[in-house]
């Protein structure tokens, strides 16, 4: 495997449901990040790791939680979804070098295609 | 807060055209800004990265341009073929932020 995979690439799961996304990278990067893509709407950054720190967008709701146990592996669990949070969740990782924490070209993966009924 | 405007939303050449797509921010603190391209229900592929002391990146037919103080940046794409199509998206990152605008989708036609 190259580059940065996620896994399900599909996912229909009911509001009452606990799932999770994972995202790997064989890149040797050190940061990750997670990405929302709605229909119609910007791509919204949603979550950090970066040089051992993790930074958060605060719109995001508690529902959504990120786990980075290492520097190649990234989750987002999920726990009672709503409808509007079917989405396309992008993962991507770079190599920061602390100058501003975006300062790298991020690599994204395929994400994966989230669907709330 | 940065917000972020790509002009036009969609676009449609015939091949072999050169075109320029638009993208605005409103806060000129930035670090720098990117062009991504995204092909459809994937992921996103880096472009161009311009740091803000930069005024153009170039590879192969793309040319991005940026004016920081004025807030504004430009893609020229050259000689535009069929697998261009895609949506292009821009993306300024501020220190803690990242903005990325709604993209301006391309359709290239033989």
């Known amino acids: 495997e190259t580059g940065v995979t996620q896994t399900p690439r599909h996912l229909v799961m009911g509001m009452t449901n606990k799932k999770s996304l994972k995202c790997e990278q064989h890149?040797?990067?050190?940061?990750m990040y997670w990405y929302k893509q709605s229909a119609k709407k910007p791509l919204e950054l949603m979550f950090v790791?970066?040089?051992?720190?993790?930074?958060e967008n605060n719109s995001v709701p508690s529902r959504f939680s990120p786990e980075c146990p290492n520097s190649s592996h990234l989750f987002l669990h999920l726990h009672t979804l709503q409808p509007e949070d079917s989405a396309l969740y992008l993962c991507?990782?770079?190599?920061?070098?602390?100058?501003?924490?975006?300062?790298?070209?991020?690599?994204f993966g395929p994400g994966t295609r989230l669907t709330v009924l | 807060k940065q917000e972020v405007t790509q002009i036009p939303a969609a676009l449609s050449v015939p091949e072999g055209e050169n075109l320029v797509l638009n993208c605005s921010f409103t806060?000129?603190?930035?670090?720098?800004l990117q062009w991504f391209r995204q092909d459809p229900g994937k992921g996103l592929t880096s472009l161009l990265l311009?740091?803000?002391?930069?005024r153009e990146q170039t590879s192969g037919r793309l040319n991005a341009s940026l004016d920081k103080s004025s807030g504004r940046s430009t893609l020229y794409i050259a000689a535009s073929q069929p697998g261009d199509s895609a949506t292009y998206l821009c993306?300024?990152?501020?220190?803690?932020?990242?903005?990325f605008g709604k993209g301006t989708m391309l359709l290239v036609s033989p």
């Open positions: 991507a990782s770079s190599q920061a070098s602390g100058q501003g924490r975006f300062s790298d070209t991020q690599y």
């Open positions: 890149l040797g990067h050190n940061a």
């Open positions: 790791y970066s040089l051992e720190e993790r930074v």
């Open positions: 806060d000129s603190a930035i670090y720098n």
């Open positions: 311009i740091q803000s002391s930069q």
């Open positions: 993306a300024v990152q501020g220190y803690s932020t990242l903005t």
